[in-house]
Structure formats: C-alpha cells, structure tokens
C-alpha cells in the first residue's frame, strides 16, 4: 500500500483528491496539509511514501516545503501537483527535490498512476510539460548557438566591448576598464552594433547573455 499526503490549500482540491486516491488500487490517503508550513508536522504524524504538493500556497509554499520535504532523513517522494505550468516553476520544483510534476486537470487515472510509478523510484512528468521544456531546451540550445556564432565575428576588442555592455557598464566605465577614450569606446560600440546588425545596447546584452558569457 502506497502511502500518500495531500498536501493544498483548498480544502475541496483537498477531499477530491483524497476521495479519488483512496478508491485505487494500492493507494490510501493518510493525511492531508493546508499549506506548506504544516507538511513537516504531518509527515512526523503520519508515515508517508508519496506527497501530492501544491505549489501556491499562503505561507510556505510548496517549492519550499518540498525542499523541506527532501531535505529529511529517508525522505518521501514529492509530487508537485498545480494549476501553473510556468517553466521556471517546473524548473525551481525539480531543483527543489520534486520528482513528478503534474497538473490538476490531469485525469484520475494519470494522477493514480504517476503515484505508483514515483514511489517506484520513477521520475515522471506530464506529457505536456515534457514537450514545454523539451521545447525550451532546444530554443535555447539555438539561441545560445546563434549567439556565439554572431559574437565570433567581432574583433578581440570588440568582443571586450560587447560583453562589458552586457554587464550594464557605461562607455565611461567600459573606457576605464579598457584603458581607453570614450569616444573609441563609442566607436567600438557602433562598429558591434553594425556587425551584430541589432539596434540597441539591449540587443547586444541580450546576445551576449545568450552566449552565457555574463
């Protein structure tokens, strides 16, 4: 029998899950938490293998109460179960220890078998978040590529420029660091601007960001 803790801010996401949990097979609710700061006290209360958290909660929020969570000795496996699928909160949950991510609306059945498979000692994800991060991966694994092919065709000091741009530096700043005029520095500047063909010091920032090199 898997043992499982609720853990929501509301209460009626609370007894639905409860009432859908307990009619599976090999699944029993054995407590439920109304917001984060009261996970450690019914973990102590009540043996768990899997927690379903939610993520906004009023206090402690479940990103934070699942690095709690994990941070136990012989920890439960955590399930981050929302209605936000941003991905940086996907992102900041799996950081977090979190080992499944799902969403509310996913059907019963899913939710049922997500369960079993994470106490298992398998990591799931919904399909839709999977294709979300897969998706980002891939457009920042060509942004990146774009970047550092664009930055490649500056000058060594150029290159020196472009990147103090990227720290916000002023040409009066960027002068002094590179020991040189301000008017060069503004030379320098214009001369990236044209290579890079972008418009702005915000495009070049934005590139050398996406070159990883600030």
């Known amino acids: 029998m898997i043992r499982v803790l609720v853990v929501d801010d509301d209460a009626l996401v609370r007894s639905g899950l409860t009432m859908m949990l307990d009619g599976a097979d090999g699944l029993r609710v054995v407590g439920e938490a109304g917001d984060g700061d009261q996970v450690t006290a019914a973990l102590d209360a009540h043996p768990t293998d899997v927690v379903l958290m939610d993520i906004r909660m009023p206090r402690v929020n479940g990103i934070a109460a699942t690095a709690r969570v994990r941070a136990r000795s012989n920890p439960p496996e955590v399930i981050v179960l929302t209605t936000f699928d941003s991905d940086e909160n996907v992102l900041r949950a799996l950081r977090a220890g979190a080992s499944g991510f799902l969403l509310k609306d996913a059907p019963p059945a899913e939710i ?14 919904s399909p839709r978040i999977t294709r979300r991060l897969m998706d980002r991966a891939a457009t920042e694994a060509g942004a990146y590529s774009q970047a550092r092919s664009a930055l490649a065709g500056l000058s060594a000091r150029e290159h020196d420029v472009a990147v103090a741009v ?31 063909d972008v418009g702005n010091r915000t495009q070049i920032a934005l590139l050398v960001h996406d070159a990883g090199l600030v």
């Open 112 to 125: 049922a078998s997500a369960i079993r498979r994470v106490a298992a000692g398998e990591p799931i994800l």
């Open 166 to 196: 990227g720290r916000g530096r002023t040409n009066a700043e960027i002068a002094t660091e590179l020991h040189v005029s301000v008017a060069t520095v503004k030379a320098h500047v214009t001369r990236v601007l044209t290579k890079l």
